[in-house]
T-cell receptor
Framework: DTAVSQTPKYLVTQMGNDKSIKCEQNLGHDTMYWYKQDSKKFLKIMFSYNNKELIINETVPNRFSPKSPDKAHLNLHINSLELGDSAVYFC??????????????FGPGTRLLVL | QKEVEQNSGPLSVPEGAIASLNCTYSDRGSQSFFWYRQYSGKSPELIMFIYSNGDKEDGRFTAQLNKASQYVSLLIRDSQPSDSATYLCAVKGGSGGGADGLTFGKGTHLIIQP
């Protein structure tokens, strides 16, 4: 069984389109995240959701909107896609307590290419 | 601005030798420290975490933490070609509680030469 899964695995689209990426975890964790890994392989936090509540929004353009229908799912909707949005987007999950020992488990990634 | 610094490499180590990977971080309030391994085209995979000063060993891997120097390292003993990957140092702050995101370094590309 895949612990953290994402769909789609690959996404090729035109500038200006709107697209969504879905994430599901079956680990029973209460916190989920979206990370972006750019072409230079730098991995950066975008959002953190704890029990369906947004905790972190790290200077992400408001074209990106996360939605968490329940603790096991965190989707990412992107409006008006731009060339600079091309990257690999990773979903991750963790258990928030005990905080000092929390480990984040990553999904396989969604490779987004904006043309 | 929280920062995590790593030497990007590549770091080339002969098979069977010890590979030493280093990382420094800027936020003194950081609570937990992680090493992830990422193969090309794959997702980050946890190798070890450490949150107390000193050494922590797990098989061929040893993580070392020195909070006074804001320094974390990972030693890989008896390096194997399969250890060739990018190693990401990640730090979790203490301000946001358990739902803090990780701040990653840019990774060190390790090559184990057969």
């Amino acid at each position: 069984d895949t612990a953290v899964s994402q769909t789609p695995k690959y996404l090729v689209t035109q500038m200006g389109n709107d697209k969504s990426i879905k994430c599901e975890q079956n680990l029973g964790h209460d916190t989920m995240y979206w990370y972006k890994q750019d072409s230079k392989k730098f991995l950066k936090i975008m959002f953190s959701y704890n029990n369906k509540e947004l905790i972190i929004n790290e200077t992400v353009p408001n074209r990106f909107s996360p939605k968490s229908p329940d603790k096991a799912h965190l989707n990412l909707h992107i409006n008006s896609l731009e060339l600079g949005d091309s990257a690999v987007y990773f979903c991750a999950s963790s258990q928030s307590f005990p905080a000092a020992q929390e480990t984040q488990y990553f999904g396989p990634g969604t490779r987004l290419l904006v043309l | 601005q929280k920062e995590v610094e790593q030497n990007s490499g590549p770091l080339s180590v002969p098979e069977g030798a010890i590979a030493s990977l280093n990382c420094t971080y800027s936020d003194r309030g950081s609570q937990s420290f992680f090493w992830y391994r990422q193969y090309s085209g794959k997702s980050p995979e946890l190798i070890m975490f450490i949150y107390s000063n000193g050494d922590k060993e797990d098989g061929r891997f040893t993580a070392q933490l020195n909070k006074a120097s804001q320094y974390v390292s990972l030693l890989i003993r008896d390096s194997q070609p399969s250890d060739s990957a990018t190693y990401l140092c990640a730090v979790k702050g203490g301000s946001g509680g358990g739902a803090d995101g990780l701040t990653f370094g840019k990774g060190t590309h390790l090559i184990i030469q057969p």
